[in-house]
């Protein structure tokens, strides 16, 4: 039997609940990784991402293919239309019920993405509070269409600078529920976060960061840019236009998407778009590695460190055996 149709004992996983955080910044290779990992982990995989969740939007968000998964269960991609809202507590919600899922099936959920505070929110099982008031809320959006993004951002600098540098100000939802936060409860969001990222995780986990040079990411960048260029981008995001999608969505903030309905709108060339594009992801993958460093029990897996892929599945197994699969095995013979 292979290791990937075996399975561990559900009353097992229930109680030391297990779990594995593959990460890294965007571009940097986790998606080939991940598969191949949780061939030999008994893994299924959750996707930590924004904006896979939506269908009809795979070339810019970099949507794994069915080839790719080589059998191995992906959950949480295609589950939304592009006119819905998806934020963190949906996110949480919907991962944690996939995760007891897993388990039931006997096998080991590996929480895999860029989006950092989708996997805090799991890995410390955040509380979230969801105001009914939504005045503030309301007159922020109306301050966003009257006097525009950036003056909002500089609102929300002025008030919690942690949170605005890791804001864009482009992605002016997210300003307005930091902005809505400081002003509810009086203090910032990011003092918020802080104190949630000290609380003690659920999990028995293994976080690994996945990471490479600088110089080697950016190259990366822009060929998988250039990439998505080829495999039709701008053609994904006119057909998403043409169904009504408009850069105020939340599913159109992506990287890529918006850009490219500047584009369609006129208001750039297509070069223009693509360079905007590459400059702005190299930007997104510096703040996700910011996030990354600030969290905690991380271990970063440095690609340079190590020959070829093989070399980076044989450390991460090892690892995954010595502090799970171990306490797994010592489960097994206690009970």
């Not at 804001?167 to 949630?196: C, D, M």
Request: hydrophobic share 35%; proline share 3%; aromatic share 8%.
């Amino acid at each position: 039997m292979s290791m990937q149709n075996q399975k561990y004992d559900e009353e097992k996983l229930h109680r030391l609940r297990p779990l594995v955080v593959l990460t890294g910044p965007t571009a940097v290779g986790k998606t080939a990784v991940s598969v191949e990992f949780a061939k030999k982990v008994r893994g299924e995989i959750i996707s930590a991402d924004s904006m896979q969740v939506y269908r009809g939007m795979d070339i810019g968000s970099a949507k794994i293919k069915k080839d790719e998964m080589s059998g191995i269960p992906h959950h949480l991609l295609d589950i939304l239309e592009p006119e819905e809202t998806f934020n963190v507590m949906l996110f949480q919600k919907l991962a944690k019920a996939k995760i007891e899922e897993i388990y039931s099936r006997g096998h080991i959920p590996v929480l895999t993405g860029g989006t950092g505070f989708y996997i805090q929110s799991v890995l410390y099982d955040i509380s979230f509070t969801e105001e009914a008031d939504k005045t503030v809320r309301n007159r922020l959006e109306r301050e966003a269409l009257e006097k525009g993004a950036e003056y909002l951002h500089g609102k929300l600098a002025a008030a919690d600078p942690v949170t605005a540098k890791n804001i864009h100000a482009n992605n002016v939802k997210r300003v307005i529920r930091a902005l809505e936060f400081y002003e509810l409860n009086g203090y910032p969001l990011s003092e918020h976060n802080e104190t949630q990222r000290q609380k003690s995780s659920p999990y028995l986990f293994r976080y690994y960061v996945l990471n490479e040079p600088r110089e080697i990411l950016y190259g990366r960048i822009e060929g998988r840019v250039d990439e998505m260029m080829a495999e039709g981008l701008v053609a994904e995001v006119k057909a998403l236009k043409e169904r009504g999608c408009t850069r105020d969505m939340i599913s159109m903030q992506g990287l890529g998407y918006k850009e490219m309905l500047d584009h369609l709108a006129g208001a750039c060339t297509l070069e223009e778009a693509v360079e905007t594009i590459k400059k702005e992801t190299r930007h997104f993958a510096k703040r996700q590695l910011t996030w990354f460093r600030r969290e905690k029990e991380v271990t970063w897996v440095e690609k340079e460190s190590f020959e070829d892929k093989r070399q980076i599945l044989s450390f991460l197994t090892e690892d995954f055996d010595r502090n799970i699969g171990a306490k797994l095995r010592e489960e097994e013979t206690t009970s």
